[in-house]
C-alpha cells in the first residue's frame, strides 16, 4: 500500500461517516439493492464467486453524488442477499489510474483472485490515455497491484476500456470496449497464456464492419460467456438513434447471440437484442455462480441521463444496483430470473388475491407498501386494457399486445414511457423498493427497470381494467 493509497482510503472512510446519517434519513433510501455508502455508484465490477463467497466490486466515487476519479468499492455475499460492505478493493493512487479505476473484471486463477480493470489518466491538454490493469489478490480483500498489462493498440481512440476477462480451451480471452479512429463502436479481443501477456487479435464486433457496421461511436462495458451451448456478447453501444420502441434511453445495454470460435477469434451473430425496456438499466456484468447459473448485476440508471436531478443528491447519495438476475437462453433470447435466494426477503407469508374486476379499479387489503414483492399471475384480459399503479407515480398497462411503463419523471414532474411487445400478458412478478422497482414479464421474458419517486406518504397499489380481468395476486412484504 502507498502513502497516496492510504490517504485516499482515509478520506473515502471519512466521507462515509461524515455522511452517514444524512444518507440514512432519506425516504428514498433502497431497503435491500446494494447503494453506495455515499457518493454516487455505477457499473457493477469484478462480479464473480470465489472460494465459496460472492464478490461485486463498483464503480464508486465517495466524495461527491458525481462522476469522476473512480475507486472500486467492494460488496461481499454468503447468499446474494445479505452483503457486507467490504474495504475498497481500488483506488486511483498510481500514474496509470490517476483519473480513476474505471471499469473492469475478475477472475480466479491458481487459486488467487485476478483484477483486471481500466487506468483512467486525463492529460494536461484534455487528452485521455487508458492502461488495462492487473491487480491480484490471496485473500479478496487486499489488492497488489501490478499496473499495465495492455496498452493501446493502433486503430483505436482513448476511448478503450472495461476489459472482461474469461478462460476457454486452455486459453485466457479479453474483450474490451473501444472506439475505432473512424470513430466506431467495437469489442475488441486479446488472448493470452498467462494472463500477463496479451495478444491483440482484432475486433470482435463493431468497428465499421459485419452485421452491426452502422452501430453507435462506443460500445462499453462488453462481456461475453456460453449460455446454453451458445455464445453470448452483451455490451453497451452509445449513439443509437430511437427505433420504434427501441433505443429510447440515451444509451443502450444488449446483447448478440452466436458461436464463437476460439481458434480464429471469429464471432458469427444474430441481431442486436435490448436486455431491458424500462428507464434505468445500463453496463451489466455476469458470472457463472459454482452452481453452474449465469447470474448478472446492471447499474440501474445510464450514463448522461438527468443523473443530478435526482432527488437523492440531498441526502449526499446517487444510484444503485439492480437485483441479482440468473439469465437463461430461451428460443434464441435471454430470459431473466430474480435469482431464487431473493425469496429469503419476504417477510411473513404472502397476502393472497383471487381477483375479478369488471369495468372497475380497486386496492386489494394488505396489497401496499414500499418494499415489497408482487407476483400476478394467471392474467386474463377480455375487452381492453389492464393497469397497475404504483404510489401514484408509476403505472403499468397492458393493452392489444403493448406493455407499457409510465412513471413521473423526477425531472419535470411529467409522465413519461416505455414499451416492449408482449404478445400475451399472462404474469407479472415485480420487486418495488422505495424508489425502484424491476418488473419481471410472462416468466423473465421481458423485463422493465426503473427509479421512480412517489410521495414519500404514498405506498398505494390499484388494479384496474376498461374490459374485464381475472387474475390471481401475491405479495409479501420484504426486507433484510
Ligand atoms: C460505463 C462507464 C465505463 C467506465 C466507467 C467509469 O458506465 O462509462 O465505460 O469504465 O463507467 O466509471
Not at 367 to 394: R, S, Y
Request: proline share 4%; glycine share 10%; hydrophobic share 35%.
Amino acid at each position: 500500500m502507498t502513502s497516496k493509497d492510504e490517504q485516499l482510503r482515509t478520506e473515502a472512510d471519512e466521507e462515509v461517516k461524515k455522511h452517514q446519517e444524512l444518507v440514512q434519513q432519506d425516504p428514498y433510501r433502497l431497503r435491500y439493492h446494494l447503494m453506495p455508502p455515499v457518493g454516487l455508484l455505477n457499473d457493477p465490477n469484478g462480479w464473480i464467486q470465489w472460494k465459496g463467497t460472492f464478490h461485486l466490486f463498483y464503480q464508486w466515487m465517495p466524495f461527491k453524488t458525481d462522476h469522476g476519479a473512480k475507486f472500486w468499492g467492494h460488496y461481499s455475499s454468503e447468499d446474494l442477499v445479505n452483503w457486507n460492505h467490504e474495504k475498497i478493493a481500488l483506488t486511483p493512487s498510481e500514474w496509470f489510474e490517476k483519473n480513476g479505476c474505471y471499469s473492469g473484471s475478475a477472475i480466479e486463477h491458481e487459486g488467487r483472485l485476478y483484477l483486471f480493470y481500466t487506468g483512467n489518466v486525463k492529460g494536461e491538454k484534455g487528452n485521455r490515455e487508458t492502461y488495462q490493469c492487473l491487480a491480484v489478490s490471496e485473500d479478496g480483500l487486499d489488492f497488489q497491484k501490478e499496473g499495465p498489462v495492455v496498452r493501446l493498440p493502433d486503430g483505436y481512440t482513448s476511448h478503450f476500456r472495461d476489459p472482461k476477462v474469461w478462460q476457454q480451451k486452455g486459453r485466457f480471452f479479453m474483450v474490451i470496449g473501444a472506439q475505432t479512429t473512424e470513430l466506431k463502436g467495437a469489442v475488441v479481443l486479446f488472448s493470452s497464456s498467462n494472463l500477463r501477456d496479451w495478444k491483440h487479435e482484432g475486433i470482435l464486433i463493431g468497428g465499421g464492419r459485419g452485421r452491426l457496421s452502422e452501430f453507435g461511436y462506443m460500445f462499453e462495458c462488453p462481456d461475453m460467456f456460453t449460455l446454453d451451448g451458445r455464445d453470448v456478447l452483451v455490451f453497451s453501444p452509445q449513439g443509437l438513434e430511437p427505433k420504434g420502441m427501441n433505443y429510447l434511453n440515451v444509451y443502450q445495454a444488449g446483447y448478440v447471440v452466436g458461436s464463437f470460435d476460439p481458434e480464429t477469434g471469429q464471432y458469427d451473430h444474430d441481431d442486436f437484442h435490448e436486455l431491458d425496456h424500462g428507464f434505468d438499466f445500463y453496463a451489466p456484468q455476469t458470472t457463472e455462480d459454482e452452481a453452474g447459473r449465469r447470474i448478472m448485476f446492471a447499474w440501474m440508471s445510464v450514463p448522461d441521463q438527468d443523473e443530478q436531478a435526482h432527488p437523492t443528491i440531498a441526502y449526499r447519495w446517487l444510484h444503485n444496483m439492480t437485483l441479482p438476475r440468473e439469465l437463461k437462453l430461451i428460443g434464441g433470447e435471454i430470459w431473466q430470473l430474480p435469482v431464487l435466494e431473493l425469496e429469503q426477503l419476504r417477510i411473513g407469508a404472502a397476502i393472497i388475491h383471487n381477483v375479478q374486476l369488471d369495468e372497475e379499479h380497486v386496492e386489494l387489503a394488505e396489497v401496499n407498501g414500499k418494499a415489497l414483492e408482487l407476483l400476478i399471475d394467471d392474467i386474463t384480459v377480455t375487452d381492453g386494457w389492464w393497469e397497475l399503479t404504483i404510489g401514484g407515480a408509476v403505472r403499468l398497462l397492458y393493452s392489444k399486445g403493448v406493455f407499457t411503463l409510465e412513471r413521473k419523471s423526477y425531472v419535470d414532474g411529467a409522465f413519461e414511457k416505455r414499451q416492449c411487445e408482449v404478445e400475451q400478458l399472462s404474469s407479472l412478478h415485480i420487486f418495488i423498493d422505495t424508489s425502484s422497482i424491476e418488473i419481471f414479464v410472462n416468466g423473465g421474458r421481458k423485463t422493465l427497470t426503473a427509479r421512480f419517486y412517489p410521495l414519500t406518504n404514498d405506498d398505494s397499489i390499484r388494479f384496474g381494467t376498461n374490459g374485464f380481468a381475472t387474475f390471481l395476486v401475491h405479495k409479501w412484504r420484504l426486507g433484510t
